[in-house]
């Protein structure tokens, strides 16, 4: 069991808007940074938000982050059949003195 | 542009030790902030952080996997290699390695794997 948890899967149609949430603890989402990070089939994974909201250069605007308390999510509006992937949040967690990696969730479009 | 490249031996027999060389450019890992690491997702299934290396040296272990991972830089040759031993068909995965940004404030540690490389398929079979 992951130390961030998150929904095994999640699923909409062309356009909707979905959120993927992630949650944690004091150890990490509490006390550090978020980041969510977006894998197409067969590929490398790619980061999509960072320090909880930030997205890097060349990201569309419809990817967005938050986070609040112990939890954060990934919310994707006017949702595209390119979006069907895996999505994985991680932060740093202060108890394990290491980095760590949500279970992830896998977006279907339908 | 920063890019990585993973190397190293598509199979290994169990028991025996790994070693991935991870070969970058369009950064310096002696640059304040900088870090890389590896990470790695067998088939089918979520990624796992292993290691992580930072610009002073600075090195961090999964816990659960410390026992058995070493990480080292050359600064020099770009490089960063990382060593696992003891190998087991559970270890069968795609190695990634990444840059990695680190930055501290206000009680909060911010780090997040920006570029990736390709990963490397290693299949522990005897």
């Known amino acids: 069991q992951s130390v961030l948890t998150q929904p095994p899967s999640a699923s909409g149609t062309p356009g909707q808007r979905v959120t993927i949430s992630c949650s944690g603890s004091?150890?990490?989402?509490?006390?550090?940074?978020v980041n969510w990070y977006q894998q197409l089939p067969g590929t490398a994974p790619k980061l999509l938000i960072y320090?909880?909201?930030q997205r890097p250069s060349g990201v569309p605007d419809r990817f967005s982050g938050s986070k609040s308390g112990t939890s954060a999510s990934l919310a994707i509006s006017g949702l595209q059949s390119e979006d069907e992937a895996d999505y994985y949040c991680a932060a740093w967690d202060d108890n394990l003195n290491g980095f760590r990696f949500g279970g992830g969730t896998k977006l279907t479009v339908l | 542009q920063i890019t990585l490249k993973e190397s190293g031996p598509t199979l290994v027999k169990p028991t025996q030790t790994l070693t991935l060389t991870c070969t970058f450019s369009g950064f310096s890992l002696s640059t304040s902030g900088v870090g890389v690491g590896w990470i790695r997702q067998p088939p089918g299934k979520a990624l796992e952080w292993l290691a992580l290396?930072?610009?002073?040296?600075?090195?961090r272990y999964s816990p659960s996997l410390k026992s058995r991972l070493t990480i080292t830089k050359d600064t020099s040759k770009n490089q960063v290699v990382l060593t696992m031993t003891n190998m087991d068909p559970v270890d069968t995965a795609t190695y990634y390695c990444?840059?990695?940004?680190?930055?501290?404030?206000?009680?909060?540690?911010?780090?997040?794997?920006?570029?990736w490389g390709q990963g490397t398929l290693v299949t522990v079979s005897s």
């Open positions: 320090t909880n909201v």
């Open positions: 004091i150890s990490n989402i509490g006390s550090n940074t």
């Open positions: 990444a840059h990695g940004r680190y930055s501290y404030g206000s009680f909060t540690i911010s780090i997040y794997f920006d570029y």
């Open positions: 290396i930072y610009w002073d040296d600075d090195k």
